[in-house]
């Protein structure tokens, strides 16, 4: 069985909040009778707490008092079992290279190699890029609407400005970049898979946003601001019928706005994605027993 380091538990915290199971024909009539939040407003919350790097509150507002109880108790069990030598190298070898006192050395001694042997190449590998942007546009083959065309051709300008005028092969500043994160993770005191595990899923939540700011910044050395793109985002009801909803995300990318949207369903009381409750975020195994969630500390390959 496949099992995920845990630290910061935000892959798992959020895969199990974004889901839950599509409720049967009877239950969703019975889900639909009831007052219905905005699920546009539900989606801006959430943008909110990304925004804000509120790991915690993210989650609580995608996931239903329930299943967000089920995973606290899911989460309880597994950190009290114990841990294994595998569990803890593995967790060493991950998310622990970048607490380690010479993290970023380390890190750039593999990474500069790389540097010089793609700076040869990168103007050759942008045009291609832009190149290719530019025929899947016009191609009349490509799966592209006619709104995505027209919003790429607005983005256009803006993306080869920013794709010429940044050096992503800088080493000067991914160092920059690497130091802001390895600050970070030694900050959030999770040097060791141990120290993981002695804290409550929350503890770990909140430690995992300063996690993400500290991305977000590094990010920024880029270019690219994040919070910024979240701040632009402008959500709309397009309509509801029932427990389907669908909403239109707009967001400024490039000086373009980028729009999406998004087909919701409303199980106990909230919206979540359609097709990523049911095929992806969800880990739901019935069995005779009802449904249960599995929580993975460390990394163990699947038999």
């Known amino acids: 069985m496949k099992r995920h380091l845990l630290p910061l538990a935000l892959a798992l915290a959020v895969g199990i909040g974004i889901g839950g199971t599509i409720p049967s024909a009877q239950a969703a009539s019975i889900a639909a009778t009831q007052a219905a939040p905005d699920p546009a407003v539900q989606l801006r ?16 507002t995608m996931l239903p008092p329930a299943k967000y109880q089920m995973l606290q108790g899911a989460y309880e069990i597994k950190r009290n079992e114990p841990l294994s030598d595998h569990d803890r190298e593995e967790f060493a070898e991950g998310f622990g290279r970048f607490t380690a006192p010479d993290a970023v050395d380390q890190l750039m001694a593999e990474i500069e190699p790389k540097l010089d042997k793609a700076r040869p190449q990168a103007e050759g590998a942008i045009l291609m890029a832009l190149g290719a942007m530019q025929m899947a546009v016009a191609s009349p083959e490509s799966d592209l609407t006619d709104e995505q065309r027209a919003a790429i051709r607005l983005a ?3 993306f080869e ?49 300063n996690v993400l700011a500290a991305v977000k910044q590094a990010v920024r050395l880029y270019g690219l601001d994040l919070d910024a793109i979240a701040d632009s ?11 389907q909803a669908t909403v239109r995300g ?6 373009a ?7 919701l369903v409303l199980v106990e009381g909230r919206w979540y994605g359609r097709e990523m409750a049911r095929d992806v975020f969800y880990r739901h195994d019935e069995d005779e027993h ?13 038999s």
């Open 156 to 158: 256009m300008p803006g």
């Open 250 to 255: 707009t967001v400024t990318v490039f000086d």
């Open 161 to 209: 400005r920013w794709v010429k005028g940044t050096d992503f092969l800088s080493s000067s500043r991914m160092r920059q970049a690497l130091t802001l994160v390895t600050d970070a993770a030694r900050q959030t005191g999770l040097g060791t898979l141990d120290d993981v595990q002695q804290l409550p899923l929350e503890q770990v939540l909140i430690r995992g946003g």
């Open 45 to 60: 919350n959430a943008i909110d707490h990304l925004r804000h790097n509120d790991l915690v509150s993210l989650v609580q």
């Open 233 to 243: 985002a402008y959500l709309e009801v397009v309509s509801i019928d029932g427990d």
């Open 257 to 263: 706005p980028l729009t999406k949207e998004f087909d």
């Open 290 to 302: 009802g449904s249960h969630v599995e929580i993975h500390f460390g990394d163990e390959a699947d």
